[in-house]
């Protein structure tokens, strides 16, 4: 039998708001939040990507800016409408079975919270019922969760880039996804109350059978990248047509990300061959002086000619380290009211 098309399924509303952020994202979160009526009938779901140490204070700049309670949800918690629930530092924050789920699975993205798991597994769990939100932030997290959540149906909304501090992630979701709309703040606050306010029939452009994320076959054979975070090999997977690579254990990097980490491993790894050279510089020094002291002119000349050379290779090292491109910012957004 052939497999259904697309659609269209009457719904009460779309009652499941997902919003990713990372630098940049607290502001315009807060103001989000302050424009929402205290009667709001949804659920909020909110990623920032914060450090895993230390305590968040997100749902208290929340809580404070509207008219909605926020918090840290607990796992298992039942899905409640009228409140925001903000993923707490070092878990993914996931739904399930009507629930939430809070995890320490692997990063993803190099960040956990991530906010690509949230989205994927809210498509998954409540398909046209989820609208998915991105706000400012670098790189291109939610990328993929939003693609997730266009297939099952759900609405997806990113913040006007011009407004945004930091513009690259709502760039890199409008480029893999044909965004339902493209807001600044105030605008996707007029339309969450307009969307969650009564009922709707919306149309599937899709199945709703099947999960959006096709999940790395183990068998399929390693790229040849190796994962920053655990060292395996990573693999390449089409997620909705979104590029991603994923390792054995679940690390899962886009591929900004990766390149960003890559970056910083070359970095570390200079900084680590230029510590490496100017000891050699020191010693062949050192052996050069000895050797003098003794009266063995031929072994100082071969010591100061290898402090010469290794001199010039730390110099070059020094001028590589001085003149390279810009690294891309930290993902991890600092909290503040």
Known sequence: MASPGPQAVPLRRRDIVVIGASAGGVEPLRDLVRALPADLPAAVFVVLHIAPSGTSVLPAILGRAGNLPAVHPINGDRI??????????????????GRISLTLGPRENRSRPAIDPLFRSAAMEFGPRVIGIIHSGTLDDGTAGLRAIDERGGMTVV???????????PKNAMEAVAV???????EIATLLKATVAGPGEFELRGRTDEPPVQVEDASAPPGVFV??????????????????FRCRVGHVFSPESLEAEKGADIERSL??????????????????RHAGSRGYPVSERHFQAQ????????SALRRLLTTRAPQAPEEQQPETA
Do not use: N, T, W
């Open 180 to 186: 339902d709309h493209c807001l600044k703040v105030a």
């Open 80 to 97: 409640l409408p009228g409140r925001i629930y903000v993923a707490p530092p070092d878990r993914h924050m996931l739904v399930r079975g």
């Open 307 to 314: 402090a010469e050379a290794r001199a010039e290779a730390a």
């Open 271 to 288: 900084f680590v061959a230029l510590q490496v050279v100017e000891d050699g510089v020191s010693l062949a020094r050192r052996l050069a």
């Open 159 to 169: 913040q006007d880039p011009e407004e945004a501090l930091h513009p690259a992630m």
């Open 227 to 244: 994962c920053p975070e655990c060292h395996g090999p990573l693999h390449e997977v089409d997620e909705s047509g979104v590029l991603q």
